[in-house]
């Protein structure tokens, strides 16, 4: 893949799973495919497709939508994304959902076959498939290859620690507190053993961040390749590629995300953002807000939209905010309510530091900045 004067552009299938910590990167690695001549389809929903057809400048870059079967499972019309979800019981629909879409998406696959799948880990269906049609499969999990071979490493193991440990074998002495829940355990083990079974791993990092003696760990203890080929943000270089990244439109354009930073010193400005799967309760966000005050440190706070009860006053939808919060902070924060261009934000100059939930997505990105993180893992990080 090379040189597309040598070798024959091929025909790549990208199959995300629809959570935008795995849409977004699949997304901007499909391009840098497309980027070097080959032929690329990201095969998604409607509703998640907009993350692909924003500023495409790729010919050889397109995107088949499956219909996403909302009467069947109970979810609202274009709700189709996990960042979209806001309880257990819609995050079980979701998934139902997600199990639906297998059989149209292998009739297409069976009726028009690629030289190569490049899909999800969460989809383990897809091995049999690339096995049924004799093409390779590369899996794709979201995560550092670090992470990857620590959990590796407990699985084949098969350590049950009930208190902290330290994880054999790996390159560097690394202790964990606990292990997960049994059943997150057992799901998450029998995904990275059909993954094992690709011909390979695409991930998300650049070498020397996860460090070749883990490339070398990863192919002693599952016999196949990882391709480092991220980060995969770098790939969007215009600004309108980096403020259209997301799943959603941002509240506030890309002049008013910006113009505020300008009028701060060089690192001056925290950046505060949680994802968009980690919502916290009122009275958390509360003491974040407490706590960024008293700091007196000048700030970007990102709040996930809290939409609240139709019947809710505003003021009682902002409940989770202190009095006056806003007016006395005004020349030394912003918060953004919903989503926002991270990208954009990190890349500024005035931003010295990161306060983050700990997604690869996020660290990746502010690694590829140069901005140091505070770090508060929260969910599945």
Not at 32 to 58: C, E, W
Not at 237 to 266: F, I, M, Q, Y
Not at 273 to 289: K, R
Not at 335 to 362: D, E, F, K, Y
Request: net charge negative; charged share 25%.
């Amino acid at each position: 893949m090379d040189s597309v004067d040598e070798e024959q552009p091929l025909k790549i299938y990208f199959i995300p799973f629809l959570a935008s910590g795995h849409l977004i990167p699949q997304g901007d690695i499909a391009r840098l495919f497309a980027s070097r001549g080959h032929h690329v389809t990201v095969l998604t929903t409607p509703s998640n497709a907009q993350l692909f057809l924003k500023s495409n400048p790729y010919r050889n870059y397109r995107v088949q939508t499956f219909q996403f079967p909302s009467d069947q499972v109970g979810l609202p019309a274009g709700i189709e994304n996990v960042a979209a979800i806001k309880t257990h019981n819609d995050s079980i629909k979701l998934h139902h959902g997600v199990a639906f879409l297998q059989e149209p998406l292998t009739n297409f696959i069976e009726q028009d076959p690629p030289d190569c799948i490049i899909g999800d880990f969460l989809f383990p269906w897809l091995h049999d498939l690339a096995i049924k049609l004799r093409i390779p499969r590369f899996a794709f999990n979201g995560c550092s290859l670090f992470t990857v071979c620590a959990t590796e490493s407990v699985r084949v193991h098969r350590m049950e620690p009930t208190g902290p440990y330290l994880v054999p074998d790996l390159p560097h002495k690394i202790t964990m507190n606990a292990v997960p829940h049994k059943f997150a355990k057992d799901f998450i083990e029998a995904l990275l053993e059909t993954e094992a079974k690709s011909h390979g791993i695409l991930v998300n990092n650049f070498l020397e961040l996860d460090g070749e003696e883990y490339v070398r760990y990863y192919e002693k203890i599952t016999g196949h390749k990882a391709w480092h080929v991220g980060p995969a943000c770098l790939v969007r270089r215009t600004t309108e590629e980096k403020a259209e990244r997301g799943h959603e439109k941002s509240v506030l354009n890309v002049e008013d995300c910006l113009s505020w930073p300008e009028l701060k010193r060089v690192n001056s400005v925290v950046y505060v953002s949680f994802g968009t799967v980690c919502h916290f309760p009122d009275s958390q966000l509360y003491e974040i807000a407490c706590g960024l005050e008293g700091s007196g440190c000048e700030f970007i706070w990102v709040v996930p939209e809290k939409k609240g009860k139709e019947s809710e006053s505003e003021e009682e939808k902002e409940k989770w905010l202190p009095k006056g919060f806003e007016e006395r902070n005004k020349r030394k924060g912003m918060i953004i309510r919903g989503w926002a261009p991270q990208v954009l934000i990190l890349g500024h100059s005035a931003v010295g530091a990161m306060l983050t939930h700990c997604g690869w997505n996020s660290v990746s990105e502010a690694v590829s900045a140069g901005v140091p993180m505070i770090t508060w893992p929260l969910h599945s990080d």
